[in-house]
Nanobody, 123 residues
Framework: QVQLVESGGGLVQAGGSLRLACAASGRTFSRYAMGWFRHTPGKEYEFVGAISGSGSSTNIADSVKGRFTISRDNAKNTVYLQMNSLKPEDTAVYFC????????????????WGQGTQVTVSS
């Protein structure tokens, strides 16, 4: 069982930056691929980015490529999402996810989820 706790959300003006963090429980963090998704009411969960267990491989959605980066610190059991040049359309609840295998852009294939953190970008 893996428990995930996100932090770092908040209100920011367009063009600003935020860094989200997701702390995971357990001693086998490096065996899990980690991902970030976001959700707004009335829409499906949107893949944002993912990183392999070792951190050697990442995938970022085209909608945020060049603005968002994903990284992890396995010594701290934490994955990060650095969000720069934020736009109002980035407003959403951001969720951290973990998967014991590889990573996927489909949210249905992820094993564990955090409770989410709200990001609001004002224009």
């Amino acid at each position: 069982q893996v428990q995930l706790v996100e932090s770092g959300g908040g209100l920011v003006q367009a063009g600003g930056s935020l860094r989200l963090a997701c702390a995971a429980s357990g001693r086998t963090f490096s065996r899990y691929a980690m991902g970030w998704f976001r959700h707004t009411p009335g829409k499906e969960y949107e893949f944002v980015g993912a990183i392999s267990g070792s951190g050697s491989s990442t995938n970022i959605a085209d909608s945020v490529k060049g603005r968002f980066t994903i990284s992890r610190d396995n010594a701290k059991n934490t994955v990060y999402l650095q969000m720069n040049s934020l736009k109002p359309e980035d407003t959403a609840v951001y969720f951290c996810s973990a998967n014991s295998g590889t990573y996927y852009s489909n949210p249905n294939y992820w094993d564990y989820w955090g409770q989410g953190t709200q990001v609001t970008v004002s224009s």
